[in-house]
């Protein structure tokens, strides 16, 4: 099994989750990430006044999946957050030893 | 109705059926007596309440056997006991070092052996209670305090805890805590009937989940209510809402009375009456009205003495809220007075909710506001809510206050923040039907048509920012241009961009966040550019006769009504002085309006009295006169006077600064935006005098308990200013004197 974690720009999260959606993914978990990659935030020109934004928001979204399904749903989530500027954020993925499921107590791909 | 005597006999039944069981389980003991104490005591037993016994003795032998007797099978019943086996002076003693003991035992109650055993036991534990009433009422209030910080109020959260927070069950026992040590009356009937409804809901609670919650959780709210007989969950809370403000108002008043027993034990100083705005005062901790105040003939009284109250962050007397019921309805449209005050109140900020909730208590809100009917105790089915939709709008307003310096118009901010959920009481989208309202109710209160279309836009689009700020891509030039195009003067973006900040905090911690700021501030940072820059208010154009006077050269000084004139030949710190005349008479200073006619410096004030009947006009013009000539020393006068204001009660947001750029080429602009206070122009126009600069016009709003300044200024040469430092040091005067 496999962690996907993607960090993308908030406003691309509606796609992505449909995206996902669409390939059959049930859940995700979402939270409210600030930070920063090579462009090391940027600076904004506004009034005359200089304004530092070092810490630009973003997205982060996490998903389960099977090994097989990995690099497909990456390819998907890669594809619904471009935009082609920077900022746009990664996607990446990090093998999982076990999963439960609370309610029931299944584990392993049954859990997912 | 029905099933409301139902609930109450179904805990009389169990009490009874309890009381019967204990009694044969003791049998026909001597020397011994067994108490009912807490909710047991008062006949309260629900389904799943625990019985809070004491066995009472004398000392005699064989108690641990007697008491195993009847501990036992009650524990094998299943039932929850919380038990105690003492003596009469034991348990009193334990009572005098146990708040919470000592407050079970003010609702002992007689189950069964000797009578006179539990007597004395009632008897010692009243004598004990009103003996110490001083520190035990102080810590019955402390815990008040604390529980309302714990559990929050039950008045305005969708998932309150029934007997915990504020305006539950334990403020009713709070409110008789008191009572018995004869300090304030016994709760009277209406606490009594909300006590009944909260305590019907909590068993109604009890018995559809089958255990023992307080906390009336989301799901659970249909099936209690049903239980209850009402239609569904929504009416359970408006029905709550009502019940635990009745309690909370109640117990403030009950605590303020116990603190004030207190207070005279320690003080013993006669009560004393501070003016604090026109046939307004303090006395002892509370607003009152003057002895000179007349309601039926004052409708604009009701704000007023209401503004005080928030201004100083002081409760209103609950006798002054009953004489305010007899103030006559305002004129509709309000008079410009009413409009302040609620300004005033409103810019309060948390010191104003108290108040409004006061206020409402009373019916006066809606007597004010007839739309706030619909929105008021509506509950709101939405994880983000903790509040109901009332409470969320007052809570909006007061967050808005500490962002009054952030826009142009902070009076149209907090009007704004006030209604802009309000059509949450209408069916479709609630940001659509609240424009409309809220333009009704900008009308209503005489605002003109300008600025009721930008409450109404601003209502209108109050989601906008926050939605667009985290759904579009704020790098796409389209996505700011649509903004742009919804949201076309600065004016209209600093509401909203302020606007959704009060409204993200008023609303709980998941609804807005640094993350959420950040976004929203960069959306708004590309609207404003995009927009032009809004021109800066200028002095008016002067009326024919007011251009007579001039070309009369003077020095004269009129005064006629709330209108003060100036004219006298042009020369630095003449504004500055006049208003510091004007504010040494104890006149506010609405607006003024200072223009230069060839030579001739012609100043128009709006003034209105502090308090009290208006100064003796030719008195003031007199003074108006003898400064003009150089005969009159108007810094010491006020210097006095300062030195006997009465301080300020709430916190108000720091003052802000600004020299703008670009709104004229021959002068430079000064903005000042700062809570209002008296003397304040006089200090401004001092601050700019002792920089060397030359104040050629002015113009001076006030709005509610906030004003906005704006003064083109020179220097020594007639020049704007340039020099970098000059600037900076300009500010940090202005500053200093806002601060003084």
Request: proline share 6%; aromatic share 4%.
């Amino acid at each position: 099994m496999k962690l996907i974690t993607a960090v993308i720009k908030p406003f691309k999260l509606d796609d992505v989750k449909a995206a996902l959606q669409a390939y059959g993914v049930h859940g995700l978990t979402i939270t409210e990430a600030s930070g920063y990659g090579r462009q090391r935030g940027h600076t904004e020109v506004y009034r005359g006044a200089e304004y530092q934004v070092d810490l630009v928001p973003k997205v982060r979204v996490e998903v389960l999946c099977e090994d097989e399904d990995a690099d497909d749903l990456i390819g998907v989530m890669v594809k619904a957050a471009q935009t082609g500027r920077i900022g746009d954020g990664k996607v990446w993925s990090v093998p999982v030893e076990t999963v439960v499921r609370v309610r029931t107590g299944e584990r392993g791909p049954d859990a997912i | 109705m029905e099933t409301i005597t139902s609930f109450a006999a179904d805990r009389a039944r169990r009490t009874n059926q309890v009381d019967r069981w204990l009694a044969e389980l003791l049998g026909a003991e001597p020397r011994v007596a067994l108490v009912a104490v807490g909710g047991y005591g008062r006949r309260e037993l629900l389904p799943r309440s625990d019985l809070d016994v004491v066995l009472l003795h004398d000392g005699r032998d064989g108690i641990a056997d007697i008491a195993d007797r009847i501990w036992y099978p009650v524990w094998d019943s299943g039932a929850e006991l919380d038990h105690a086996v003492r003596t009469v002076p034991q348990a009193r003693r334990v009572a005098r070092n146990d708040l919470k003991v000592a407050l079970g035992l003010l609702s002992a109650r007689h189950v069964a052996g000797d009578p006179d055993l539990t007597e004395r036991l009632r008897e010692g534990a009243l004598e004990d209670w009103r003996a110490a009433a001083p520190t035990r009422l102080a810590e019955l209030h402390a815990a008040h305090d604390e529980r309302a910080k714990m559990f929050g109020e039950l008045a305005f959260l969708l998932e309150p805890d029934l007997k915990e927070a504020r305006g539950g069950l334990r403020d009713v026992h709070a409110i008789q805590a008191v009572a018995a040590a004869w300090v304030a009356p016994a709760p009277g009937p209406k606490v009594r009937t909300a006590y009944e409804q909260v305590l019907d809901t909590r068993h109604a609670l009890h018995e559809v989940t089958g255990r023992r919650l307080d906390r009336l959780v989301l799901e659970e709210q249909d099936e209690v209510a049903r239980a209850i007989g009402l239609l569904d969950g929504d009416v359970l809370l408006r029905m709550l809402a009502g019940a635990a403000r009745t309690i909370a108002y109640a117990v403030d008043h009950t605590f303020r009375q116990a603190d004030r027993l207190r207070g005279r034990r320690l003080r013993r100083r006669p009560a004393e009456r501070r003016p604090l705005a026109d046939a307004v005062v303090e006395q002892d901790g509370e607003v009152v009205l003057a002895r000179a105040a007349e309601p039926a003939d004052d409708p604009v009284l009701v704000l007023r003495a209401a503004a005080a109250a928030a201004q100083a962050a002081l409760p209103l007397a609950p006798r002054t809220l009953d004489r305010l019921a007899e103030c006559p309805p305002l004129a509709v449209p309000w008079p410009a007075s009413a409009r302040d005050a609620l300004l005033a109140l409103l810019g309060a900020g948390p010191s104003a909710v108290s108040v409004w909730e006061a206020l409402d208590t009373e019916g006066l809100v809606t007597a004010l506001i007839p739309d706030w009917e619909r929105v008021r105790n509506r509950p709101q089915r939405n994880p983000l809510h903790k509040f109901t939709v009332d409470r969320h709008l007052v809570e909006t307003a007061a967050h808005a206050a500490a962002l009054t310096r952030e826009v142009a118009r902070p009076d149209l901010l907090l009007i704004a923040a006030l209604l802009h959920d309000i059509g949450k009481g209408w069916p479709g989208d609630h940001s659509v039907t609240g424009a409309v309202v809220a333009g009704d109710v900008g009308r209503r209160m005489g605002l003109p048509d300008p600025d009721v279309e930008l409450i109404a836009a601003a209502v209108r689009h109050h989601l906008l920012l926050p939605m667009v700020a985290t759904r579009r891509d704020l790098d796409d030039p389209v996505t700011v241009r649509q903004v742009a195009a919804l949201v076309p003067s600065r004016a209209l973006l600093e509401l909203l961009h302020a606007l959704a900040i009060a409204d993200g905090l008023a609303t709980g911690p998941a609804a807005w966040n640094d993350w959420k700021a950040t976004l929203v501030a960069d959306l708004v940072r590309r609207v404003a550019a995009v927009l032009d820059g809004e021109p800066t208010p200028e002095p008016a154009p002067l009326r024919a006769d007011q251009l007579e006077l001039a070309a009369d050269g003077g020095p004269a000084a009129t005064v006629r009504g709330s209108e003060v004139t100036v004219v006298a030949p042009d020369r630095p710190g003449l504004l500055w002085r006049a208003a510091g005349v004007l504010a040494s008479h104890r006149l506010a200073v609405r607006s003024a309006n200072a223009t230069s006619v060839q030579g001739t410096a012609v100043t128009v004030f709006d003034v209105e009295p502090e308090f009290g009947d208006p100064p003796d006009p030719t008195l003031v013009a007199g003074d108006l006169r003898r400064m003009l000539l150089g005969r009159l020393d108007v810094e010491d006068r006020l210097e006095r006077r300062a030195r006997a204001a009465p301080p300020h009660g709430t916190r108000v947001p720091a003052p802000r600064v600004t020299l703008v750029d670009g709104a004229s080429e021959t002068a430079t602009v000064v903005e000042v935006r700062a809570h209002d206070a008296p003397g304040l122009l006089w200090r401004v126009g001092r601050a700019l005098g002792e920089c060397g600069l030359n104040v050629r016009a002015a113009r001076v709003e006030t709005l509610g308990a906030e004003v906005v300044d704006v003064f083109y200024v020179t220097d020594e040469d007639g020049a704007p200013l340039t020099d970098r430092d000059r600037r900076r040091a300009t500010i940090g005067s202005v500053l200093a004197a806002l601060a003084s």
